[in-house]
């Protein structure tokens, strides 16, 4: 009887903290995709006949999205923003780890890759694209460990799980080709929102079938 109560209140409490965790991934991945158009909309100055001075918008052709970073209306919401989705992507990416890999090995390089690529962006957030280099190394060395760290956790899967593995790897080319938009847009900021997207749509694809594995799970 006991021992059952302790089981059922540890239960609970496990539900619980899975539940704050989606819900936190979930909401940051969503404030990661919302904010830049509301950080969008609140830069732009309007005139005083309504009318918008199109002279002041963003963008992403002609400039990176780093560029909320130095504007003194967005420049804090900005740093949260990155901060926050430096610590979503960083839980996610230990998580399903953690769900879908047993091999000590995979796991040790998948979380040195994550953390490394968590520690890139939280630079980003805090250094300002004014400072140069400064800002751009971490932010190349973001790009490049993050989509290195979805790039190998779709190889290591497809050792004993070919076609989910083969998913992230798909996922983990197009976010590196995604570079060659810099080719016709060299100020980086249409390689970043295609980048980000493809990041959101991998990590929710990977949260749904996180929590699908584990409710098949318990429900066996």
Known sequence: MIYEIIH??????????????????????????LSPLVIYISFVDWNGDGLINNADFFD????????????????????????IVA???????????????????????????????????????????????????????????????VFCFGLFRSFSQVRNGFFSVCIGSLMLLSILFLIPFPKGGVSEILYIQLISFWNLLMMYKGNKMINNRLDS
Not at 61 to 71: T, V
């Open 87 to 149: 610590i979503a992507l960083f839980w996610g990416g230990i998580t399903r780890i953690n769900q879908f890999f047993k091999d000590l090995k995979q796991k040790v390089i998948l979380k040195i890759v994550v953390l490394f690529s968590f520690i890139c962006l939280i630079m980003v957030a805090i250094i300002p694209m004014n400072e140069g280099l400064w800002h751009k190394l971490p932010a190349i060395l973001f790009f490049l460990s993050y989509n290195f760290f």
């Open 8 to 33: 059922n209140i540890q239960l609970t409490i496990l539900q619980r903290v899975r539940l704050i965790r989606h819900l936190y991934i979930g909401l940051s991945i969503l404030i990661g995709i």
């Open 60 to 83: 992403p052709r002609e400039m990176p999205l780093s560029y909320f970073g130095i504007i003194d209306k967005t420049s804090l919401a900005w740093t949260t923003l990155l901060i």
